[in-house]
Structure formats: structure tokens, C-alpha cells
């Protein structure tokens, strides 16, 4: 897509970050256009991949006990309303009640922790998806304008997915690699092969000095390369 200011509009919308004034322009414009609308999907699509890859948080390991640590033990709470001939039936039905209150009262508690950890999990994903960079990779060599490379980024793991579509397949004896720009790096740090046939892939390299790092694909003997030695096909300059 030619168009910078959609692009952008594109990815604060993948990330949940685009007020309603920036998503009516956006969606408007997805419903003229074919590109404008695939762009949208490929960069929601890419942000999901890498929220999904975010490990699930557990709570904190005492919060179970000091919950647990609240409640009366779950045998007491049978034992009673266990009916004896010498309890008034009056007793009896308000000690079952109290039994009910207290068997309930475990299970909201019981439903409260799991409520947590998922809340938990949702924040997580979230804080990941509130960092994330979108960005597309500009093809480099005329024979692969055809092609969509779109790299999400998180800066705080150092780590991405790269989504790939109608990538041609290499040449005998040879393989794309990915590369990460880091300006204050001394060459391009490689983030490894990428396979032609593969929709999208994860990758984590080594920390990096800058928020928004370039990325580069190049094509290369068969194995890969430590040092780019082939030609760019795709790249993206790091952010100033």
C-alpha cells in the first residue's frame, strides 16, 4: 500500500490504539479499497500471532492460600448440617442454610481465582500488544513487488513474527534470511532462514539498542550466512 498515513491508521487499529474519528477514515476507506481492507487484516492478523505467543501468567503463588486460608475447612461445612434425632428441626434447617452459604461462598471464591488468572493473562497480552511496532517491509528487488512481508515487533522481549505472502520460492541453493538493523550494532544481527512456504514465523535475536530496529531480508547460499553477503530483497530502515 502507497499510502503512509492509512498504513499507520492500519496498525494503531491492529493494536486497539485508534480513536473513532482515525477508525471511521480507516474503515471507510477499507470499503473502496481491496488493499486498504487486506492490509488491515494482514497487520491484525500479525499483531495476533505474537499476542498469542505471550506466555500465561500465573498470580502470585500465596494468593490461592491466603484466599483458601479465609474459608472454614469444605468438611466442616458438610458435617453440619448432617441431621442427628436429637437436633430441633429449627436448628437443623438454619445449620443447612449456613452449610449452603458456606459451600457457595467456596465456590465464588474458587471463581474469583480463576476470573484472576484470566484477568491476569489479559493484561499480560495486553501490555505486549500496547508495545508492539507494525511495520511492512518495502521489496527492494522489482521481482518481488508482488510479494507482503509485515514484521510485528515487541520491543520489551526483543522478539517478533514476520507474515509473509506470495513469497516466490528461492533460487537453487539458496535461502532468505532475516536480519535485524540495529543502528548502534556493528553488522545486521540474524534473526535466521525464512522458508517461502511458511505464512508467518516467530523470532527472538539478542537485545538491541533502540525501540524500533530495521529489518532486512537477503537471499543467500543455501544455510544461511553469519553476515549478509547477497543481495536485499526487503527492508525497512531503523526509526530515527
Keep these: ?15 486497539g490504539l485508534l480513536d473513532g474519528a482515525g477508525q471511521k477514515e480507516l474503515f471507510q476507506a477499507a470499503d473502496h479499497d481491496a488493499e486498504i481492507d487486506q492490509t488491515l487484516r494482514d497487520f491484525t492478523e500479525t499483531a495476533a500471532a505474537l499476542a498469542y505467543n505471550v506466555p500465561i501468567v500465573q498470580p502470585p503463588p500465596g494468593l490461592k492460600r491466603e ?3 479465609q474459608l472454614p475447612a469444605r468438611s466442616t461445612a458438610f458435617k453440619i448440617i448432617r441431621f ?3 437436633i430441633p428441626y429449627p436448628i437443623a434447617a438454619c445449620l443447612m442454610v449456613i452449610g449452603i452459604y458456606q459451600t457457595l461462598l467456596i465456590l465464588s471464591l474458587d471463581q474469583k481465582l480463576v476470573s484472576i488468572q484470566s484477568e491476569a493473562t489479559e493484561l499480560k497480552q495486553g501490555n505486549a500488544l500496547m508495545g508492539l511496532r507494525l511495520a511492512t517491509l518495502e521489496a527492494k528487488d522489482a521481482t518481488y513487488s508482488g510479494a507482503k512481508v509485515i514484521v510485528a515487533w515487541d520491543p520489551h522481549a526483543h522478539r517478533g513474527v514476520i ?3 506470495n513469497l516466490p520460492l528461492p533460487p537453487a541453493g539458496h535461502d532468505y534470511q532475516l536480519w ?5 550494532a556493528e553488522v545486521p544481527i540474524n534473526a535466521g ?3 517461502a512456504d511458511t505464512a508467518s514465523r516467530s523470532f527472538s535475536v539478542q537485545p538491541v539498542s533502540t525501540s524500533g530496529p ?7 547460499p543455501s544455510g544461511g550466512q553469519p553476515t549478509p553477503t547477497g543481495p536485499i530483497l526487503f527492508a525497512l530502515a531503523p526509526e530515527q
Design 214 to 220: 530495521g529489518f532486512a531480508i537477503s537471499l543467500e
Design 67 to 69: 484466599i483458601m486460608h
Design 180 to 184: 535485524v538493523l540495529d543502528p548502534k
Design 163 to 165: 507474515s509473509l505472502q
Design 193 to 195: 532462514l525464512i522458508m
Design 1 to 15: 500500500m502507497n499510502n503512509p498515513h492509512l498504513e499507520e491508521l492500519a496498525a494503531l487499529q491492529a493494536l
Design 84 to 86: 442427628t434425632s436429637w
